[in-house]
């Protein structure tokens, strides 16, 4: 290969998802050169907007929260964080309903399962009990196993279950609770349900996922944006890497693609090979979602809505886009995904009205399926962290973890972004 065009001193960013415009925003900011390379035309990986009819739209409704420190960190640097509507946790689905109120923690989580509506006084009891228990552990397993057997062995009750810890499990680890890490899923409870009042608090994007990040970031002096440019592949350089497509060599390269195409971009650096197989090793989970365009806005009593229990769709008031436009949620794996599209449409339908009453006229609908949206959040999951064995080269992503899992997230846009940050961190320390 030729060695071509060299950036001196520039960190190439290879990825413009989430994780690697976090990154390259925070290298930006600190006054360093960066440029990122993005295979696609837009910005913005798992996370962006689409144009559907002349209106802009999410290829996923994305759930954010007030605990994700992150996230509101990068959007405040953007000056899009007042795009993001703050609500008072307000868990609803037919037959329960979990509304933590305006008090210091943690009186606003022992007063919400107190008045939650749909559960029995012995099932609050268990749901707080468990909740004291990963409290004294700190919220840290003896060994990681699948969620439902963490809950099975704390005596929680199947209702309980159903209504309150399953669409937690479904909607932050998109992972169903027989397989989903445990682990994870008691980090999620700490840093939301037992964290500050403020850190339960829903973030709900009232604009696309684009404008909310990737347009917002392109503006930003100071990063060189390469988008249509894929990376082949890298090779060691004489002077860092050399990445096959661009003939680009950089001293320090920061990998932020899908973790699906990292096998195939370490596999002439043997140094990597470990991480390459664990990676290569990962399942995936999907999520579906339908886009419906009625006639007149439809009435919501809380922006976001379960429809059902269990691994039931959530419905999201999306009026911020187009009036009357409603996003429908299925997350991870399910007998949906075999369902022809109009069938799971119109039963979608029938559920959205079941909890809403009478709907408007339907103008349009649309199905948007993101086949590995995530990594499947399974137990005891080899998950590298952000610097590699090579000096030089650096993961960032929602699928990395920073040395204890006790601190990892799932797949999520939080995770993503400690990532990106955690990988320009290191570069700018590695300076001096």
């Known amino acids: ?16 998802g989430w994780a690697g415009i976090a990154c390259a925003v925070e290298l930006a900011n600190a006054g360093h050169p960066v440029t990122l390379f993005e295979a696609a035309k837009q910005l913005g990986g798992r996370a962006r907007g689409v144009d559907w009819n002349g209106i802009r739209i999410d290829n996923g409704q994305h759930l954010m929260l007030g605990a994700y420190g992150a996230t509101l960190a990068l959007l405040r640097r953007l000056g899009t964080a007042h795009r993001l509507e703050r609500r008072r946790l307000d868990f609803r689905l037919p037959g329960f309903r979990l509304a933590l109120p305006y008090l210091p923690a943690p009186l606003h989580l022992a007063s919400g399962l107190l008045l939650a509506q749909g559960l029995t006084l012995v099932e609050k009891w268990a749901a707080a009990r ?48 027989e397989t989903a890490s445990a682990q994870v899923f008691c980090n999620v409870l700490r840093d939301s349900l037992a964290g500050r009042r403020a850190d339960s608090d829903l973030l709900l994007n009232r604009c696309d996922l684009s404008t909310l990040v990737a347009e917002a970031a ?64 990962f399942t995936w989970q999907p999520i579906l979602t339908l886009w419906l365009h009625f006639a007149t806005p439809v009435d919501f009593p809380f922006p976001m809505l379960g429809l059902d229990e269990g691994l039931a769709p959530w419905a999201f008031e999306r009026n911020d886009l187009a009036p009357g436009l409603v996003a429908i949620v299925m997350s991870a794996e399910g007998p949906h995904l075999r369902l022809p599209a109009t069938q799971w449409r119109d039963a979608t339908l029938s559920l959205l009205a079941r909890s809403l009453g009478p709907l408007p006229a339907l103008l349009d609908w649309k199905t948007i399926t993101e086949k590995r949206a995530t990594w499947a959040c399974t137990p005891k999951l080899l998950r590298p962290g952000n610097a590699t064995p090579m000096p030089g080269l650096y993961l960032a992503g929602d699928y990395t973890v920073d040395c204890d899992i006790t601190n990892g997230y799932p797949a999520t846009l939080e995770a993503a972004v400690r990532s990106g940050v955690k990988c320009a961190n290191l570069i700018l320390s590695s300076k001096g």
């Open 218 to 281: 392109i503006k930003r002096l100071g990063i060189d944006f390469r988008l249509g440019e894929k990376i082949g592949g890298i090779e060691p350089g004489q002077n860092g890497f050399r990445l096959a497509g661009p003939q680009v060599e950089a001293e320090q390269v920061v990998l932020a693609v899908h973790p699906a195409r990292l096998p195939a971009l370490l596999a002439e650096l043997p140094e990597m090979a470990a991480i390459a197989d664990a990676v290569a090793a």
């Open 130 to 177: 468990f909740m004291q228990t990963l409290k004294t552990w700190r919220f840290r397993l003896p060994e990681d196993l699948p969620a439902a057997a963490l809950l099975r062995q704390q005596r929680q009750p199947a209702t309980l279950i159903s209504r309150l810890w399953a669409p937690i499990c479904i909607a932050a680890l998109n992972t169903p609770l």
């Open 1 to 16: 290969m030729d060695q071509g065009l060299t950036l001196p001193g520039a960190v190439a960013v290879i990825g413009g």
